[in-house]
């Protein structure tokens, strides 16, 4: 096993992770999370295509909440899905990519559409670190009876308000203010709502 990159920090990855700070990313206990969070994620899949209802007690299990009337179509690809919070009557659209290594926050009323990617690792820009397999993670929040269109990709940190609306394909990589309208890559408001 390679030499710790951070050898004066007693802590666990895992313990490293959860607090937000530098964690090798390469750990055999988060790794193990991972496996666990992947099986239960296919098992949802496979029974939300027998009977939806029936899947619901797995999704439960999957995810850190889940409101009422929450649906979430498969497959849903998430690293640990206790990190991962679904407000009431929320509709996932196929291949939401939720990676919450950081808590990601889902409001109530809101359409996410297919192939939406909230993503909240963080990479070291510089080589070396980046190179010991260091990571981080800033979370995301996703405000009440937001529409993200299909394709949207949430960058590491970024909260979206209240009531508004993503443009399809859109990069969020800054935080957007509730009631408005923003597209493109960068994501910016482009009208009021």
Known sequence: M???????????PLERMLAGDLY???????????QAAMRLAARYEAAYLEDPATARPL???????????VDVRPPLHVDFGSNLSI??????????????VARITIGEDC??????????????VEPGPRRDKLEAALPI????NVWLGGGVIVCPGVSIG???????GAVVTRDI??????????????RDL
Do not use: K
């Open 2 to 12: 390679p030499t710790d990159p951070l050898p004066d920090d007693s802590r666990t």
């Open 24 to 34: 090798v990313a390469d750990d055999p206990e988060i790794a193990r999370r991972q």
């Open 59 to 69: 999704l439960a299990d999957l995810l850190a909440a889940v409101g009422e009337d």
């Open 87 to 100: 407000g009431a009557r929320t509709f996932v659209n196929y291949r939401l990519v939720a990676l919450d």
């Open 111 to 124: 359409q996410i559409g297919p192939g939406v990617q909230l993503l909240t690792p963080t990479h070291p």
């Open 141 to 144: 929040t996703v405000g009440d």
């Open 162 to 168: 209240d009531n508004s609306v993503i443009g399809a």
């Open 177 to 190: 203010p509730p009631n408005v309208v923003a597209v493109g890559n960068p994501a910016r408001p482009v």
